[in-house]
């Protein structure tokens, strides 16, 4: 990490360098590793602020690192990479003549000069109102897409909430399946999508075409593979990868023999599920495997939440449990394209649902990473949406709050925000596929606005219940889905199509307070296939 002053001229209390670049170097998840510039610029032409002193600070030392020592005039601040977290504090010290300071950042992965010029182009004029004016301008446009009408919800519960706002592969995919269809008129290549998710697929580790599992102690030969841990995470991202990949395939007109290529590894998670190893009574959960087939034990609930030993769940060769920020108790539920597989190997659906609660029970469940994310969820896949509803409610009360530490975890680009939203109104998107899990909302009504296709799809819940917006709602308040009409015509209860949810029209959820009800007509009768669909019962067909 490097800090250095980017005057014209040399730094001095006389003349104040006019900026300052930040330049780190990151570790990535693959081989290579990649630099970050950033450029700190204070030389507002129109105002009178100065520097007067400048310098770095850092710590005397690993040992001590809350012992800082301070050096003025000083323009340069270096520290090798190296892979490991280092206690180290350091950082460049600016005084200025006033209390307030403006200042204009730009950031590049070129060169610190390229950052310098990223913020001059992005912010010429160094006019504060104008930058927040647009920004304010931008949120609106997007956080207006989702229209809240609070008739008779607690406002003071929801609206600190609806107003709030990994791997690429799952995001292409989900385009290419949602959009594809229209890419042309807004400026996406769809050959250069298709490709770039099949090189990734390709590219990205020898060992998972080799042995349709990851290998613990196995080095690449090719050398195509970043650090060899956290073998059983990276299997279930990578068929969830797979089926992106598929999915584009079936949306893009793509060969045949694409399509029954990455179906098929889509489903190789399963090879990394050992039914020997038992946690809590329960048989069934995925785990490490060597090169010669024979699993690997990791105990299930290493890396949760109440993990009785101190493991290594990061990123680091020092990971020695295959799972990366979660548990075997919580990715043996992560199956987003087949989840009738994972309600199969766990025992069916009775044993299925007892696991699911034993998780939350347990306190397995960490709220605030994304690996948890689907599984309040996943009652729907054992004809269950009641236990949903009422879960969905107890994560978001227990977890989410409109105070300073108002979400459970990282933000992670706004992931945590918008599963809130997407609790709140009661749907759960299916990654790289048109389907999203249909819930009980929290809102009596919302409109969707679609922009790009000029649509808006107005949502009402009847006999919507305020009682129900709490984490335990009492006996009889009404939360069950117990009609979905999707413009006139009688849908799943658990599942709604993404062209219905963005068409334009209107969506009717009926909810009441009958739980012996709810749980006798689970998914429905309306359709067909009334549970959501999975790649090993035939589903996801388009």
Excluded at 509 to 534: F, H, K, M, N, W
Aim: charged share 15%.
């Amino acid at each position: 990490m490097t800090y250095k002053d980017l005057s014209k001229a040399a730094a001095s209390p006389s003349r104040p360098p006019e900026g300052w670049s930040w330049v780190a170097h990151f570790s990535s998840y693959g081989t290579d590793n990649y630099t970050g510039f950033a450029c700190y610029d204070f030389a507002d032409p129109n105002s009178n602020t100065k520097l007067t002193a400048f310098g770095t600070y850092q710590s005397v030392s690993t040992s001590t690192p809350d012992t800082i020592t301070i050096n003025s005039n000083i323009t340069s601040l270096n520290f090798p990479f190296q892979p490991s977290v280092s206690p180290i504090q350091a950082g460049a010290l600016l005084s200025f003549n006033s209390s307030t300071v403006l200042a204009r950042f730009g950031v590049s992965f070129i060169s610190a000069q390229q950052a310098c010029a990223n913020a001059e182009k992005e912010i010429p004029d160094w006019d504060w109102d104008r930058v927040e004016d647009a920004s304010r301008n931008a949120w609106e446009e997007v956080l207006g897409r989702v229209e809240t009408h609070l008739q008779n919800e607690n406002a003071t519960v929801l609206d600190g909430f609806v107003q709030g706002g990994s791997d690429g592969m799952p995001i292409l995919g989900d385009f290419a399946i949602k959009y594809g269809s229209r890419a042309d008129e807004i400026g996406v290549p769809t050959d250069d999508l298709y490709q770039a998710l099949v090189d990734t697929a390709e590219n990205t580790n020898t060992a998972w075409k080799m042995f349709g599992y990851i290998p613990t102690d196995w080095v690449d030969p090719s050398g195509a593979v970043g650090l060899p841990t956290r073998e059983a995470s990276r299997a279930t991202e990578y068929a969830l990868g797979d089926f992106a990949v598929r999915q584009a395939a079936i949306a893009l007109n793509k060969s045949d023999a694409d399509i029954a290529k990455y179906s098929n590894r889509s489903m190789n998670f399963v090879n990394h599920w050992d039914p020997s190893v038992t946690s809590d009574g329960f048989s069934g959960f995925l785990q490490r495997r060597f090169q010669n087939g024979t699993f690997a034990f990791s105990p299930p609930n290493a890396c949760s939440p109440v993990d009785p030993v101190s493991h290594s769940c990061a990123r680091g060769t020092d990971n020695d449990v295959g799972f990366y920020e979660s548990s075997s108790w919580e990715m043996s539920f992560f199956a987003p394209q087949s989840m009738s597989t994972i309600v199969r190997l766990m025992g069916g659906s009775a044993t299925f649902l007892s696991r699911i609660d034993n998780y939350f029970t347990k306190g397995y469940y960490q709220a605030g990473n994304e690996p948890s994310f689907e599984i309040p969820w996943v009652y729907h896949y054992a004809n269950r949406p009641d236990l949903s509803a009422l879960r969905v409610r107890e994560v978001v009360f227990g977890n989410f709050n409109t105070g300073m530490r108002g979400i459970p975890g990282n933000d992670d680009s706004g992931a945590m925000a918008s599963l809130l939203v997407f609790h709140l109104l009661g749907l759960y998107p299916v990654p790289a596929s048109t389907q999203l899990l249909i819930g009980s909302p929290f809102l009596s009504s919302f409109t969707l606005h679609n922009n790009l296709l000029g649509t808006s799809t107005k949502f009402s819940v009847n006999g919507f219940d305020p009682a129900s917006l709490t984490s335990s709602p009492p006996s009889g308040s009404r939360l069950f889905v117990k009609s979905v009409m999707v413009n006139g015509k009688l849908g799943s209860l658990c599942w709604i199509n993404f062209f219905d949810v963005i068409g334009g029209g209107e969506v009717v959820i009926e909810v009441d307070g009958d739980a012996t009800s709810a749980a006798q007509r689970g998914c429905g009768a309306a359709v067909s296939q009334p549970l959501p669909d999975s790649l090993e019962t035939g589903g996801f067909m388009a």
